[in-house]
């Protein structure tokens, strides 16, 4: 189903979804950015229309809703385990874009499919999400999602463009429980788009092209001689300060510590706790007894790197994609201004000379 | 004890298990047998996740288990073994796993095997030298190379006494002593040439212990022939949760947690961290 | 023929007695130390007609046009009223007539660091807060400086100043977005006071330690840090430089809002129009209260002032500084 409505039929819609669902969108928090006067955008739980940023990227992925910074996986009160329940038993709308969205599903197959069995924690939350799309035609200065052909997707249930007959707002709707509610709204006449406008077809578009664009390697096994080549990733050893930025805001870093905690007013209580790890954060590779496999930010660019661009699609398969979904957040945030789009194409660039060196 | 809210399919609920003897082994490492009471034994190599309440998780090899209880050895080296050495018998630990892959023993069957440990590194071998201690007739040929620092590092002596009576086992020191008179001394690598190689094809290794001595001594058994298809070693990275997810054992596309930590040398040697 | 000026009136017009015979200069205001290139032709054409064709950029981030002969006053006060109803006037500095040059020049220009309209380590816009400021405090014939800086880096050097006004902000914490980095940590404790330890690997905060500088909340890679809603400061006062004993500002007022600074401030002014000795040529702040003693300070610049429920106020001021006389070490 095809409808152009107003603002105020979204908002009518929106009431109604809220009652059966937790509908979470980016939402601008003013003065919350890092330095002074300045704004970020994350997702959270929205009810109307003039909530949600629609304009920008948000500067945090959607995904700590599915894999939250910080939570408690299990309460200890003396020798006993408590699972901590739910915060919410409602099902989940994520309102995305599909660089986003496609990110999620590539967390799932770490969540879901990696190792012996899934993720409990994950597991029970995923299942409640379900999908809705921001149309994304042009993208954004950093976004580089077609090249990693992550720019489209139809996992979505319904899809919302401000683009097609503005002011009014287009919404497609693609599953029937949706369609239903959509259609149980009680609407005052006066508020109501006509029904030549509402009823104008269009469609729902994805990005073709970005600003960005990256070459990726294209080989069945990374040459050697590029996890040593230093003059490549030394580069790195000083430019990155291993701030953690491009893992804290990317949508598909999903690696996490796990931490005990005994209360100061209870030494009976206490929890165990996962957080979001970083691979650039130092003590990430640490083993007890302070030995660090990766203690050089050049070997941390270069292990993230290959997480991203190469070793997910070697170990899940060609049709899972990479895992970089080139939503560019990376690139957004990085204080020293390094660009992984770039550091991408400079080893695309590398393992190709190498190859045409070798014939030769 | 767990509340209702337990999912069969949580599988980071940690299960008490009662700790039915301590042994110690050395002024930091401490052997601790544990009532198995949850289905299914580990196998060869495979770790348990190993925790104290509120106070935190690590991954520990079983270094040994019989039909109702496994054996950690443990070192003392941050705050939760510090606290697990302070714990007595009859107290709990509590468990994960076990995970990850296993030194394959069925496919030894006929082959002289070769194991080099170093240090800690014995521990999750021990359960095999124990399998083929009481089993010998399923190998061509047995023989051990084990390397400590001192002599006040040697873990499983008991162990050890048995086992020289019954196979070739040479243990050395890097650091010998008045005690040590007229045994071995140096690293490991400097006994490799006392292994007999005369049937090459034959024989299989497993090397366990420390990153550089499994690399140094693992170059020793190539260069006198043996395919490092045929060199089986242990790796040790940062596990975490156990199961694949978390992502700090990972190296390329391998989760060690999972994939190993039993690799070929083949295989291992290529890792680059 | 022989000049015949009254110092006491070109002096407060901003003009001054040179080392030059018959030259003066005469001192630009620019509060808050930015300026629209618009008005750089005219301290130009000043300086082309009247001086010496070049500028001097003072300390106080001003400009100061020498060379420059006092005939010309009339002429130049004349030019300068442009820069005086555009950069006075239009932020509400009551000046009656805009032609006649500048009515006083006690009060110095209000001079700030760049501020967060650059500078990231900046807790507010210094600028605007000079801009609003001005008004409040000239034109004035007391000698007082004031500056405002926008950290505790404090670049524009307010220890130095009677006024030092800094920027704070209070770092809200947000327990369930912290993955204790320990980055926050690293930085409080390589940079500021070490106001930050790791406990039950999330973050502690000894609030008597921090001083709103912000640091952790710029570390922060998930954003765990945010700023308050509200932008604090810190009211340093009666720091100096100078020939009998310079000093760094003490610390009046902690975590005092914009409102509180302003008032406290111009009380501060009615407190000199009481107490100054008026038989001196003029009389610094700092000797003023260092005569009427911090009670009797501290009392009359608090009345009716509502003060913010976050804010400290100094018991006592503690300077550090030196008394040349002191120097008994610097003989050969």
Known sequence: MKRNITKNEFNLFFNLLNIHYDIFAPVRKKGQGAFSDTDIIYYEKVVTFDEIEWAEKSTYSPKDIVFPVSQTIINFIEDRLFIPNMKSSKPIYILMRPCDINGIKRIDEIFLNNGPSEDFYYKRIREKISFALIECIDGFENCFCVSMNANKNSDWDFAISLDKYRPFISIEIKNAKIENIFHSMVTDASNIAAPEVANKNFEICFPEKNLKKVMLPNINEMPASIYSDSEFWDEYKNRCIACGRCNTTCVTCSCFSTNDIRYDDSQNVGERQRVWASCHISKFSMMAGGHEMRKDNASRMRFKTFHKIYDYKKRFGEEKGHMCVGCGRCDDNCPEYISFSMIINKLSARISADINEGKK | ?273 | MSLDINRKIIQKNAYRITKKRNKTAIRIRVPGGHLETKYFPIIAQIADQFGNGSVHITTRQGFEIPDIDYKYIPEINKLLSTLIVGLECSIGVSINNPEEGYPAAGTRNISACIGNRVCPFANFDTTSLALRMEKEVYPNNFHIKIAITGCPNDCIKAHLQDFGIIGMTEPQYIYDKCIGCEACINACKKFVTGALTLHNHKVKKDHRRCIGCGECILKCPTSAWIRSNKTFFRLIILGRTGKKNPRLAATFLNWATEEVVIQVIKNIYALIDKEIDKSLPKEHLGYIIDRVGFNLFKNSVLQNICLNEEIKIAQNLFFIGYQYEKDIFMEV
């Open chain 2, 1 to 273: 004890m767990i509340n209702q809210t337990y999912d069969a399919n949580n599988i980071f609920i940690p299960v008490p298990h009662k700790i039915m003897d301590i042994i110690t082994e050395t002024e930091i490492d401490k052997t601790y047998r544990l009532n198995l009471n949850v289905a299914g034994l580990p196998s060869y190599g495979q770790f348990y996740e190993v925790s104290l309440p509120k106070i935190g998780e690590a991954p520990i090899s079983v270094s040994d288990f019989e039909k109702d209880w496994i054996d950690l050895t443990i070192r003392k080296i941050g705050t939760l073994t510090n606290c697990i050495h302070s714990l007595k018998i009859g107290d709990v630990l509590y468990l994960r796993g076990p995970y990850g892959n296993f030194f394959p023993v069925d496919s030894f069957a006929g082959k002289h095997l070769v194991i080099a440990a170093g240090g800690c590194g014995l521990a999750p071998v021990r359960s095999v030298i124990n399998y083929f201690y009481r089993n010998l007739e399923k190998l061509a040929k047995f023989e051990l190379l084990m390397g400590f620092k001192t002599i006040n590092d040697l873990l499983f002596k008991y162990d050890i006494d048995r086992w020289e009576k019954k196979f070739k086992s040479i243990i050395t020191l890097d650091h010998g002593c008045d005690l040590w008179a007229d045994r071995p001394v140096g690293l490991i690598t400097d006994y490799v040439g006392q292994v007999d190689f005369s049937d090459k094809e034959n024989i299989c290794v497993i090397i366990v212990g420390p990153p550089v001595m499994i690399k140094f001594t693992a170059d020793k058994f190539v260069a006198a022939g043996i395919k490092k298809e045929n060199i089986i070693v242990s790796m040790e990275r940062r596990m975490s949760c156990g199961v694949g997810k978390c992502g700090h054992c990972k190296i390329d596309s391998t989760y060690i947690c999972c994939d190993g930590p039993v690799f070929t040398y083949e295989r291992a040697e290529r890792f680059i961290d």
